[in-house]
């Protein structure tokens, strides 16, 4: 009697099992349609201007879109907690700002100096909302305001010229021919991926954001995961305004206006989910190309910059919309 | 006779061969149910039978894969969402009611009622809900604020908004859960009230004595199918109980907790006048080797006093010693640390991450064990994942799959697993068995039964008193925060004793 039990039990686990293997086929699809999408991008506008896809045109590619990359790594982790960071833009102003003004002094301690200027802005966002409570989207959209008025403080409104030789080669150089954006931003998205991977952290991650409560009645400490991924958007966000400062060689207390949107965009095309407990920094990246190679296909098509804002922001909800559709059939 | 009356009169509602399925699990199998203009109809049915699944396909809230609804004669008359469920006249009164506390009575009732922009007539509405109210509540009035009412109020207020657009079918999903004796006999006049007026009354419940009171046909759900449905007079309480249970209740009864007065078993947690916003001055023990039963009214702050032994709420006052040992329970993680373990009722919301597998759930509390500077030993991990899949008899039996695709038994076996692994002496069970299906349930209470035998303190809160009696060797009964009676031998206790304790008509 048990025993039939046990194996009608086992039979419906297995029926559920194949539901799910049928689901994660399903998840697979959803995942897989990251990567068409991006191809069909692709071939549309390969067949629309033959530009496109040239070698040299699809490197432009990659080092355009590789800022905005290493920005939406940070952001798929704080995305995973359930969390967003409006902030990482002006972290981006602020930071290269503070670095640009300390390169003569010393590379080095430019270099630090701004990471650790990124990093105290990602904690003091880390701290507001995890321990006082406070809604990550107000605290976020405050410091946005507060770290753009500093970078524009610190020198007064104006840009820093003259950028050390050096720093523009590390951060936008080359190294065996292949472009040094392009090698941090493949770099710290593969971090990020085994992160997520293979450490407790990135397990608690994906607690918090698919369910914090019982995260916290684990014993999971929630607010230090909490104030780490904000942390680590800060960090990025700096390394982020490093190579926009190293590509254009100054340093513009505006830079990095409006890369929110780009980086929250490359985070939910690559599958990060704004329900929280889903995201890949790898899908995030081939996000990041696809908004990339979007601009850059329209920019050679010859459409007015103004409408790019219009199609990235269209595509940003589509992909919000498929996120939401996609959770709601399960 | 009774056969012609049958035929000829067209029930109010009709269900015929509904069904329906979620991820592959059939909730309810070909469910024929009807309920007549003039009768209370009970379903009954344990939890996970398919009672809830029934009603939320007659709310809209779920749509049915087969079958066909006919709502007054009128077929496919299947319903879109609440709303349209409102209009199509039925009406649904719950555990807790739905109603908003900061308008009166008056405007909670005519709620949604009007066009958005319409001119509130207040003195209109409230003569309207007067009128309403008369026939059966004279005594509440129409502009109290909803805000300041008791459950029983709050639930004319909802009786008297399906009223309002016409009602004909009115739903009670457990309406007594949470109300004293005197104010469910007062429930029980207005049903009665209702009733006369030819409305059609579906009554949840799983208290058997309210079942002979109040229905005049019942009809049990087990498993998604309907098992039993006729008279009520037709049936023994026995009967139903076995009906629902789909065992003999006696047998599991028999079986009983395990056997009390070992010797001087050693006390595991105490509290002292543990006390915060929900609780005052409550006064615990738990022995070593003993499961202790928590009874008491929803919201008599059951759940309150184990999320505040476990540092999920703050306490203001009060000391918790575990082993003897005072310690400084502010955090779940404290708790986790001196050996306390809470498993929430709320499984999908406060214990498991549906997105993870149950691996990663079972490794949550204990990130420590599994890790080496934060990096996820992961073949060790599969190892005594393993070892608890075989022991607990999780199935399926496999680590990577996500916990969502498990049912409701298996995945408090993965809670119950992951508890077990970070040494915890005390285990806080939260209604254990809600949503859980009967094989699994008694599974669950063998579990706890083998807890308690290796030496754990096991307590347990529960709304069933079958269960508190086949679990526990002691039973306490919270009232309003406070811990007001511990029986120290539960063996001869009714539920209607234990309902008289719990609502504080009988102190002794």
């Known amino acids: 009697m ?72 940070g952001m798929t982790l704080v995305v995973m907690t359930k969390g967003i960071d409006l902030s990482v833009g002006s972290i981006v102003g602020v930071s290269s700002m503070v670095a640009a003004s300390l390169l003569h002094t010393n590379l080095w301690l430019g270099v630090g100096v701004g990471l650790a200027v990124g990093l105290a802005c990602g904690l003091v966002n880390g701290v507001l909302i995890a321990k006082l409570k406070l809604p990550d989207f107000i605290v976020t959209l405050g410091s946005m305001s507060i770290y753009r008025g500093f970078a524009l403080i610190y020198t007064d409104g104006k840009p820093i010229y003259g950028i050390d030789k050096t720093f523009r080669s590390t951060f936008a150089g080359t190294v065996f021919g292949a472009p040094t954006p392009v090698l941090i931003a493949l770099a710290i998205a593969l971090a990020a991926f085994l992160l997520v991977r293979f450490t407790t952290l990135g397990e608690q991650i994906v607690a918090v954001g698919g369910n914090e409560e019982a995260a916290r009645l684990s014993g999971v400490d929630v607010d230090r995961v909490k104030i780490s991924v904000y942390a680590i958007s800060g960090v990025l966000s700096a390394v982020a305004g490093f190579i926009l400062v190293a590509r254009i060689g100054a340093a513009e207390p505006i830079g990095g206006n409006g890369f929110e949107l780009q980086a929250i965009g490359a985070a939910v095309i690559g599958g990060a989910s704004l329900f929280g407990g889903e995201g890949n920094p790898l899908g995030s990246l081939i996000g990041a190309l696809t908004l ?6 329209l920019t050679l098509l010859n459409v007015p910059s103004f409408w790019q804002y219009v199609a990235t922001g269209v595509v940003v909800i589509l992909a919000v919309l498929a996120d939401q559709v996609t959770r709601k059939r399960r | 006779m009774t056969a012609a009356l049958e035929t000829d009169e067209a029930p109010a509602l009709r269900f015929i061969g509904v069904a329906k399925a979620f991820a592959g699990v059939q909730a309810l199998a070909d469910v024929d149910f009807e309920v007549r203009g003039g009768e209370v109809h009970a379903l009954l049915g344990e939890n996970g039978a398919g009672k809830s699944t029934l009603m939320k396909i007659l709310f809209g809230v779920f749509k049915h894969d087969r079958g066909d609804i006919v709502i007054g004669g009128q077929k496919n008359a299947a319903v879109a969402d609440p709303r349209d469920a409102l209009s199509k006249g039925i009406g649904l009164v719950a555990q807790e009611p739905a109603v908003v506390p900061q308008l009166d009575v008056a405007q909670n009732i005519f709620l949604g009622q009007r066009p958005a922009l319409s001119y509130a007539n207040r003195r209109q509405q409230r003569a309207a809900a007067r009128v309403l109210l008369d026939p059966f509540a004279p005594a509440l009035k129409e502009t109290a604020k909803v805000g300041d009412l008791g459950m029983a109020d709050r639930q004319i207020v909802e009786i008297a908004r399906s009223l309002a657009r016409g009602g004909r079918i009115i739903a009670f999903d457990e309406p007594t859960s949470s109300l004293t004796p005197a104010e469910r006999d007062g429930l029980f006049e207005i049903i009665r009230g209702l ?107 059951r759940t309150e006093l184990v999320r505040c032994i476990f540092g999920a709420d703050a306490r203001t006052n009060g000391l918790i010693f575990v082993d003897g040992k005072s310690v400084d329970v502010n955090s779940p993680r404290a708790a986790m640390q001196a050996g306390i373990a809470l498993i929430p009722e709320d499984r999908r919301g406060q214990s498991l991450v549906q997105v993870m597998t149950v ?24 190892k005594e994942i393993e070892r608890y899949i075989e022991e607990l008899g999780i199935r399926p039996p496999r680590p990577d799959v996500l916990v969502r695709d498990l049912s409701g038994g298996n995945q408090q076996k993965v809670v119950i697993a992951r508890w077990l692994h970070t040494g915890a002496r005390v285990f806080l069970f939260d209604e254990p068995t809600r949503g859980i299906d009967v094989g699994a349930k008694s599974e669950i209470h063998d579990l706890l039964r083998r807890l308690a035998a290796r030496g754990a303190a096991v307590l347990v809160i529960s709304s069933e008193l079958p269960e508190l009696l086949a679990l526990a060797d002691r039973i306490g009964v919270m009232r309003d925060g406070r811990l007001v009676q511990e029986i120290a031998d539960p063996s001869g206790l009714t539920e209607d004793r234990l309902m008289r304790m719990a609502s504080g008509e009988l102190t002794s």
């Open chain 1, 2 to 73: 048990t025993l039939n039990r046990n194996a009608l039990d086992a039979a419906r686990g297995m029926d559920r099992v194949n539901l799910a293997k049928r689901a994660a086929r399903f998840d697979w699809i959803r995942r897989a349609s990251v990567a068409m999408g991006a191809i069909a991008l692709f071939l549309v506008f390969s067949a629309l201007t033959p530009t496109f896809y040239q070698p040299g045109n699809l490197v432009d590619i990659m080092l355009q879109s590789s800022i905005n990359a290493v920005i939406a790594v």
């Open chain 1, 292 to 297: 990339g190679g979007m601009r850059n296909g």
């Open chain 2, 195 to 301: 009733k006369r007026a030819g409305k059609a009354i579906i009554y949840i419940s799983h208290r058997m004595a309210e079942i002979q009171t109040i229905a005049d046909r019942v009809t049990v759900l087990r498993d998604g199918r309907v098992v039993a449905s006729g008279k009520t007079s037709d049936f023994t309480p026995d009967e139903l109980n076995n009906l629902i249970a789909g065992r003999t209740l006696a047998q599991e009864l028999a079986r009983g907790a395990s056997p009390p007065g070992d010797a001087a078993r050693d006390e595991a947690l105490r509290v002292e006048a543990l006390s915060n916003a929900r609780l005052q001055e409550v006064n615990l023990t738990l022995r070593r080797g003993e499961i202790f039963g928590l009874a008491g009214l929803v919201g008599s702050g």
């Open chain 2, 359 to 382: 691996e990663q759930n079972f490794a949550l509390a204990s990130p420590g064990a599994f890790s080496w500077r934060g990096i996820i030993r992961g073949r060790a991990r599969r």
